[in-house]
């Protein structure tokens, strides 16, 4: 059996969803490495410019406060405007 048969034989939504985890698994790595060096780097730009006062935890402190309140909210949009317009509004707000 070709490899092309056995693309053909998988459901299409399947791989939809496939390609759509490993999307969120590449943005999601990039995040959380940024994340894990976030201090570092402003601490050296700190040493840099002392009159820098950014803080790298405050800033993920306010990053995971909005996704957990955008997360109780999901389901009440999704029910209101559909899956569609949700993963829409979803896309323009977290570019």
Known sequence: MKLTEIIM???RKFVNVIILGFGFMFVF???QTMG???QTVLDSIHDDD???TGDGYTS???IYAVFAVCNWL???ILSVTGPKIAM???AVTYA
Do not use: C, Q
Request: cysteine-free; glycine content about 4%.
């Open 9 to 11: 034989k998988v459901d």
């Open 29 to 31: 790595t990039a995040f």
């Open 36 to 38: 894990n060096i976030e």
């Open 50 to 52: 002392n009159s820098f």
């Open 60 to 62: 993920l402190a306010v």
């Open 74 to 76: 999901a389901p009440s």
């Open 88 to 90: 829409l509004i979803g």
